[in-house]
Structure formats: structure tokens, C-alpha cells
């Protein structure tokens, strides 16, 4: 990640990173992503949203 500490909007508690399991077209992908630790709520940056999950969008939708 950065080193931005990034704190939930909601709880105001900082993110902690975590393996999130992501799921599209009846697939799955893990990546290690910042999630709060009180509501749970999982933040996806650009960088990931526009390089690996659209390249795993991209690949599925091909097929």
C-alpha cells in the first residue's frame, strides 16, 4: 500500500490491511486490500480497481 493512513469515514478507525476475497462472474480473485476494522467496510484504490480487477474483468468477460 501507500503510506497514507487511511481512516473509515463512518468509524473514524484506521485501516489495517487484509486478504479480501473478490468475486465476479462466478470467479474469485484474492488481494490484499485496507478494511476497517469496525464496520468492515474494505477500500479499493485506483491503482487496483484500473490494473488488476479490470485486467480479471477484461480476461472473463473474453471468454
Known sequence: MDNIEWKCNKCDKPLKPK????EYMGRSFSHEVLVCPGCGKVFIPQSLAE?????V???LEDK
Open 57 to 59: 474483468e477484461e480476461a
Open 51 to 55: 490494473g488488476r480487477m479490470a485486467e
Open 19 to 22: 486478504s479480501t476475497v473478490f
